[in-house]
């Protein structure tokens, strides 16, 4: 049996030589000084060699713990070198599916379907939240209480909104490591009902009452003229947020009075007309001297390569003293609900909100019909709200959409 003072004691020779223990360990000794922990055993009909690890780093404890281990695997019928490379591959696979690996390739892998916007929002939400905490993990480890004490930290700043929204979108990385064979179980899905239930006010929306209010103010709006101009063809065009902050110039065909935004841009991935109101025209002759040099027609303050951030008109909204009463998604919401009470018909408005159509056959049919009522809706719209901000009945303004009913 060797001691450590005898290993300590050992010098090289000119040639490589073996100090044995028992049960097969033996330490090699070469020419250099290296010194090497060895198993000899027989698997099979093989003798076969085990490597241990090097000492003074591996002890004799600890070379002599590697042994008895190895022969339990021999005793139950494996090999200890296989059983080892496969511990290794394990680990090695453990370390390259790491929750953050695997949710950035589940957000690759959705890009085509999302825009831009959509797909930043989704990195930064768990970049900020979740890869702190989890992001090493290899995710088949992830339990469901690691991910709650990660999803509680947003909770507990309030943020309950985006502690549901991360939430969910941890269940679909989950989900997509359990189709592509990374872990078996998702923890997200044994969550439910484990976070405070949130009221949605994000897309609080201003009510026909509460229009005249906000048009009347919006020529006073004491920001950056900018942002006045983007809340004004926002009201008009009903368009999503994100879809008016990154539009650019090039979109846009005055002479025809259309903005064609292009599918990557959309949320449903398809093109979009929007047909541009008088109103809508003036607004962008208006804005023109200020950014028509730029790529957007809202470009960002600190880097005019990069559009209006996400915040600049929900902020706007709040310094006009709407915070909690209405928010720049909201306008879809107003419009729709107005244009609906007026009569105008539920699929030309639906087909201007850029709606999602389930039915295939009448989906063909909204993307090439509805142009000209659409058209008719849109000055209606605009002519409507300027009658609001002039003060004029709202039910008077209800019934007179003329050639809107069909």
Sequence with gaps: MLTDTKIRNARPRQKPYKLFDGGGLYLHILPSGARYWRLKY??????????LGVYPAVSLKQARAGRDGAREVLEAGQDPVLARKRERRARETAAANTFEAVAREWIEHQRHRWTPDHTARALGSLGVDIFPALGAVPI??????????????????????????????????????????RCVGNPAADLRGALKPHQRDSRAALTVKQLPEFLKKLPKYDGRPETRIALRLLALTFVRPGELRAAEWSEFDLDNADWRIPAERMKMRTAHVVPLSRQAIEALEELH??????RYLFPNQSDHAKPMSENTLLYAMYRMGYHSRATAHGFRATASTILNEQGWRPDVIERQLAH??????????HRSEYLEERRRMMQHWADFLDGLAAGANVLTLKASHGKGRQ
């Design 356 to 365: 999602a159509e389930r039915n295939r056959v009448r989906a063909a049919y």
């Design 289 to 294: 001297p200020l950014t028509g040099s730029s």
């Design 140 to 181: 088949a480890e992830v339990t469901a209480q690691d991910l709650l004490a990660a999803i509680k930290c947003i909770e507990r700043r309030g943020a309950t909104e985006t502690a549901h929204r991360v939430l969910q979108r941890c269940g679909a990385v989950f989900r997509y490591a359990i189709a592509s064979g």
């Design 42 to 51: 027989r698997f099979g009909s093989k003798e076969k060699v085990l490597a």
